[in-house]
């Protein structure tokens, strides 16, 4: 047997090495690792050594599930059970122009769910859903659970950012990971999204996994086995679960930016909004109903979607947790109230012709520049700044005609920003082959056969 | 192009992830890690985290050579110039009464030779050449370079123990290699043992890689990979080297324990002996002869040093370099002035047989247990416990023949070892088939074609 018996005391480096040596670790080892770590009883340079074989070793599901479970119940997870309804969440791993947050939250709410949505922060190329509220004046994404609750209760949606009571192991091992070359392990991966959604204590997830040229997993296979991973490890835990591996190859929608890309999730629940962005919103709730057992199978589910899309009942959802939660109500029905960069500039095309891709990243890189997102993670966000794409791939052009309009603050950043965006774009005389559909691939749980 | 251009900063992530995805480190980047992390300006979590991506994913030759010269660099290098001899020096990875080094030292340099040996302490089941030499009364081990140059000046040879000036970032990486589960790595292993034996000065090298039940690579291939990586990295730096892979499937000699085996050795330089403590001596200094440039042909070197042996010079310069270092030198010819035991116990044979086979691991912690090894690096040892073994592989025994005689000062320790030597003894009825040869392989380096 390759685990240690129940009856002897474990030894960190006896742990690393046969994580090294390729074996399979026992639930109490990784336990006590994680726990031991976050007290601050194991030292970084053990972990980091520990972090790096499990980069290249790998883990079994039923490692990753003990590691998920040990970083989850390292901090409080939210007791919801007073709140009768199906508490339900989607998570995104990240793109550019990636909102559907905004719109999901409201529009499951409004169809009688709970969504205890706990969001992050920009990070690299990618937007992040807190920067994005607080883009609306006044809006608090710091609330205390008393008060996340709360909102809850009132309106059946809550938008906040992870408190320093939900999984601190993920805090400190995630903060090692990024100063020893371990970011980048889909195991990793998994256990740091997974302990930190299911501490929202809910009992259905959608993932909604990126890939493509704006994505982290540029590799769709690679994004397919993140997903595997976090459905199989949710699954253990008790919960319904799917991923959708959704494209990132251009940016989604037509507003890259914060106080932008509000204004295009209003465009939604208003009932219009880009195409892409609306079908994706569908698409999630979709799921999102069908996993909270509030629905018979995902199409009702949409249907379901879009009729509280139509008749402005996810909007007046939305309304309403942004007033619960200290925001400018007034700021969604008149934009002008949201954060406006002082200036903008046109990016014109070249020459006529067909857009044939948009290198996704660069357009996320370019918003980052003008200010939108951070350098580093000490650096304020400007709200204001941003792009408009008015062309997206297979889009037909002249020459001359705006491709983007950039949104900024300064003109030093608007010289880099453009550059990018200029890079970006590849216009050619004849159109692409027809684009891939948005939703790529579905990767169900085995208790969700349809 | 992997490496990083030379105009760019260093980023120590950066040199992390690159060998965690297997690519080649350019050498200003492993001098730059070693160099800063020896200053202590990068946390070992970085250096371990690279640690165990190097463990896992290896380094080319370049690599290796760099790391190495590195570590040789991060201290000082002895000049010995002032002296117009060749220096030679032997390495061994350590084994179970492996004793040669007590020999050799006085026995090439009678034959003119310089031996700047700079040597290490027991480690786990193997003894450690300080350990034996400080068994002598008075011998002192620790010698700055000027008293190092004075007695090699005065008689040829010297025998210290590693200095704080000498590779310290071999020092602080192997501390770390210890707790995170790094130590097992044939690079780092090598980087280790060569960035301190170059440090001595010297133009050749004759390194003894032990293989079999009692050495730390128990398997042929391994010490044969281990062996060619070192040849290669001194060949690099412009040193004439051999190495030959020696049986450890058995202790060597007959006798185990500090005080116990400069007995032993004392016994050879008198030109006697146990068979394969003699033979494996005249082989090593054979090569050194050879390397040394001082006789045409290991068989030419193997006959002067048996000559040297026969006529008292070894022994002689032996006794010269004993005195000089502050030992008891009359302790040479009455072995009664020696550290003692207190008390002995006969393990005899449980039955009529032949011995098949010695688990010579065992017998190793058998000495480690009676006190004549650490179990902790803060630990004193005895000098004077130990084990006389009387019966090898393949001898005859009767039933309550004598095996072994335990050398013991605590009856407590007594009853741990005898335990564990007598389950490394088999006795069958059929002799077992022949025993390999003691040299079981020769890794030549390039510049030695013979």
Known sequence: MNAASATQPVRVVDIIRRKRDGGELARREIEHLV?????????????????MAVVLRGM????LAALTESMLRSGEVLDLSELPAVKVDKHSTGGVGDKTSLVLAPLVAAGGLIVPMISGRGLGH?????????????????????????????????????????????????????????????????????????????????????????????????????AELMVATG???????????????????????NALEVEECLEVLRGGGPDDLRELCLELAGWMFHLGGSDAGVEKGKQRAAALLASGAALDKFRAM????????????????LPRARRTAVVPS?????????????????????????????????????????KKV?????????????????????????????????IDPQPPAATGPLVRRIVRGAGEGS
């Open 60 to 63: 079994t599901r039923v490692e």
């Open 394 to 426: 297979r889009d037909r052009v002249t020459a001359g005609e705006p491709l983007c309009t950039l949104h900024y603050n300064s003109d030093e950043k608007l010289s880099a920003a453009r550059s990018l965006i200029e890079r970006s774009y590849r």
């Open 126 to 226: 990618t937007g992040g859903t807190l920067d994005k509220l607080e883009s609306i004046p006044g809006f608090n994404v710091n609330l205390e659970t008393a008060d996340f609750r709360r909102v809850l209760r009132a309106c059946g949606c809550a938008m906040i950012g992870q408190t320093a009571a939900i999984a601190p192991a993920d805090k400190k091992l995630y903060a090692l990971r990024d100063v020893t070359g371990t970011v980048e392990s889909p195991y990793l991966i998994c256990a740091s999204i997974m302990s930190k959604k299911l501490a929202e204590g809910i009992g259905a997830l959608v993932l909604d996994v990126k890939t493509g040229s704006g994505a982290f997993m540029k590799n769709e296979d690679d994004a397919a086995f993140l």
């Open 322 to 337: 942004v007033e619960l939660q200290g925001g400018d109500a007034a700021a969604l029905d008149d934009v002008a109230r």
């Open 350 to 390: 070249p020459r006529e012709g067909f857009v044939a891709s948009i290198q996704c990243e660069q357009v996320g890189t370019a918003s980052v520049v003008l200010g939108g997102g951070r350098e580093r993670k000490e650096d304020a966000v400007d709200p204001a700044v941003g792009i408009v794409l008015h």
């Open 235 to 257: 699954e253990r835990m008790g919960k319904k679960m799917v991923a959708l591996l959704t494209d990132m190859d251009q940016p989604l929608g037509r507003h890259v930016g």
């Open 35 to 51: 726990a031991a770590y976050t007290r601050g009883d194991v030292p970084d340079y053990q972990v980091a050594a520990w972090l």
